[in-house]
């Protein structure tokens, strides 16, 4: 299994807590240091079942600031998620061709 994970993020931490309490080893990647490439993200958003724009981080300064009211397509959507990961939704869990976002937690209880 695989996290996206941001070690700043309550939520994050939690997720990767629950992971390591179900026996799981999982491979932590820091988003924000290691940027998913473009294919890395829409492999992402592919076993999610999810569009860009689902995934973005609609309360942070730089979306309400800079982006929000605007439309984008998809590929501009994940072009400016790569330019900026803090916008990526956290965390991030993936298993095989599977993968669902760690909010709450529990979430990923459906991966195990």
Request: proline share 6%; net charge positive; hydrophobic share 35%.
């Amino acid at each position: 299994m695989k996290i996206y994970h941001n070690p700043r993020c309550t939520k994050s931490r939690e997720t990767l807590q629950l992971m390591k309490d179900n026996g799981i080893d999982p491979e932590v990647v820091e988003y924000l240091k290691e940027v998913p490439t473009t294919a890395e993200l829409k492999e992402i958003l592919m076993k999610l079942n999810l569009k860009a724009e689902d995934i973005v981080r609609k309360g942070e300064a730089i979306y309400k600031e800079q982006l929000k009211g605007k439309k984008f397509g998809e590929e501009e959507w994940i072009q400016i998620m790569i330019e900026n990961p803090k916008l990526i939704e956290r965390p991030i869990v993936i298993r095989g061709n599977k993968a669902v976002i760690g909010r709450p937690p529990s979430n990923i209880e459906v991966l195990f």
